[in-house]
């Protein structure tokens, strides 16, 4: 960290940095909540057209299976995407960190990384990797059911 004297301009550009990578985090909320939403549209439709006869069309019931195993990769692919766009924006932000008096952000994530608490956990859990289990969760369980629906 640097000395008080430095750049007024810098605060600005920190600021700009930060309220970027919260708009990010944002977008990566709205696309949780929209792929939850397709997911659960195609539980719906499954029950739905499982429902409407005692031996429903298969290749209907296939088609939902292949639309939500798309979702859950392109939700999969998704995150990814914001995971390595804030990883990057998180990088300016504590390079810029290095020449204000207090880095936030670094000393926030030194905490993380010593929490007394996690007896039970070998590290920190980032939101990236608990995630990732959404999507991979949806895609097993279409998979799942559309192997079912195939061979039974």
Not at 18 to 41: I, K, P, Y
Not at 54 to 69: D, F, N, Q, T
Not at 118 to 136: N, T
Request: a positive charge.
């Amino acid at each position: 960290m640097s000395t008080p004297g430095a750049d007024p301009g810098l605060l600005d550009l920190y600021k700009l940095a930060v309220e970027m990578a919260d708009r990010v985090s944002a977008r990566r909320g709205a696309a949780n909540t929209f792929f939850l939403s397709v997911q659960g549209a195609v539980v719906a439709a499954l029950g739905f057209l499982s429902s409407q006869s005692p031996e429903p069309a298969k290749r209907y019931l296939i088609a939902m299976c292949v639309v939500g195993v798309a979702a859950s990769l392109v939700w999969f692919l998704l995150l990814r995407s914001y995971r390595d766009l804030n990883r990057a924006k998180f990088e300016v932000i504590l390079r810029l960190e290095h020449d204000l008096p207090v880095a936030l952000f670094a000393d926030e994530w030194s905490s993380l990384k010593k929490d007394p608490i996690a007896r039970w956990r070998g590290r920190y859990a980032e939101l990236g990797s608990v995630e990732r289990l959404g999507p991979a969760l949806f895609g097993a369980i279409d998979l799942v059911l559309a192997s079912f629906i195939l061979f039974s």
